[in-house]
């Protein structure tokens, strides 16, 4: 449990430090849609590394933080049309 | 299967679904991916197909982009930009090059820079600067994006251009629908001395004065001083609505499934909720922070 809130604590590091760059580079699609892409990958990373320090990684489980990644990528590709 | 069961296995966990909401599961959130790509891909081609249908709301014009421009150097202290007929002029024969040539850029392929365009209106200068943007909803959406750009807020923000032209146009670039912004600023050179100082992306607010009126615009000029579109189905808006109501969904389940299997104590293979509501969350944060349009 306590490891499982580490994990945590650091994918929140993850997380605001993705979201501080991305308004950082405001005004910048180009710059704004790598930090967007770097996060989503940072987060596939992060499921794999959590759950298999956990020992409960699956291949369910690697596909699902593949497609959540991915689902995060193309909203960044499309909607931010730079 | 009734309307209770089909909910309860789409959004909570069940023995039915093996105990994870059927709209949290692999092969759904697959499912997302080809029907949001198919979407977007459709959004991109249809309003070709039926503009007057489906496409981007765009109501930005001249006088309001002048005035909110002015309102920002106001605050800033700084004096307000006169609209001038021969920048607006550059202004237009830029937009106009940028369709023609099919380029989002400050210097044309062939390697024309905006200067050239602001000498061959006439308008003879000793600093100028240009300011671009695109698909932008509305005139002050367009000021506060330029704004929140540093280097576009510096040419806004400079104490020493006095004039500005503005073009408004729309058209099809890159294969897209596009509303085009091009801002030009500068000051006159003396006329015994001429001396060429460019500055890219350079923009001016002022305090609010009395905007001069458009009949001061030349006749290229005033063909491009505003954009209003009103379609069917404002593709920004849906795009806006199907993304966040997405998200939202995704996010409201997680959430009861996370609570669900913790009281039942539900031990299965699936990934961490909590993280996932904390992505999603981040993603929320990151879709309020885009702009609509794009500058240059």
């Known amino acids: 449990m306590r490891s499982s809130w580490f994990h945590l604590l650091i994918l929140i590091i993850i997380l605001v430090l993705g979201t501080a760059t991305f308004f950082m580079v405001g005004g910048n699609p180009t710059a704004q849609l790598a930090t967007g892409i770097m996060v989503s990958v940072a987060y596939m990373i992060w499921g794999v590394l959590h759950h298999a320090i956990d020992g409960d990684l699956h291949l369910k489980i690697v596909i699902e933080y593949v497609l959540v990644g991915t689902i995060a990528i193309l909203f960044f590709y499309f909607v931010m049309r730079p | ?296």
């Open chain 2, 1 to 296: 299967m009734s309307v209770f069961t089909l909910a309860r296995h789409l959004f909570l966990p069940h023995h039915t679904n093996n105990h994870r909401p059927k709209v949290l599961h692999v092969d759904a959130l697959g499912f997302y991916i080809l029907a949001f790509v198919v979407f977007q891909v459709g959004l991109k081609t249809l309003p070709a197909q039926v503009p007057n249908v489906l496409g981007y709301a765009t109501d930005i014009h001249v006088e309001k982009l002048l005035a909110a421009v002015n309102a920002k150097r106001q605050v800033a202290g700084l004096g307000p930009l006169s609209l001038d007929s021969q920048l607006s002029e550059a202004a237009a024969r830029k937009a106009a090059d940028m369709f023609a040539k099919n380029y989002w850029a400050h210097n044309s392929p062939v390697g024309a820079t905006p200067w050239e365009f602001i000498t061959q209106s006439g308008y003879t200068y000793t600093v100028a600067g240009e300011n671009l943007a695109k698909n932008f909803s509305d005139s002050q959406g367009v000021v506060e994006a330029w704004m929140a750009s540093p280097t576009h807020r510096d040419n806004m923000l400079k104490a020493s251009y006095r004039d500005v032209g503005f073009a408004v146009v729309n058209g099809i670039l890159n294969g897209e629908e596009t509303t085009l912004v091009v801002q030009m600023f500068g000051s006159r050179a003396a006329p015994a001395v001429q001396v060429r100082k460019t500055t890219e992306v350079s923009p001016q607010a002022a305090v609010a004065e009395a905007t001069p009126p458009l009949s001061a615009v030349t006749a290229v000029a005033s063909a491009y001083s505003g954009v209003s579109i009103k379609p069917l189905i404002d593709i920004g808006r849906l795009n806006h609505t199907v993304v966040y109501g997405f998200i939202g969904i995704l996010l409201g389940v997680l959430v009861v499934d996370a609570w669900l299997t913790s009281r039942r104590r539900i031990v299965r293979v699936a990934g961490h909720n909590v993280a996932h509501i904390l992505f999603f969350v981040a993603l929320l944060i990151f879709a309020s922070a885009l702009p609509r349009g794009s500058l240059l």
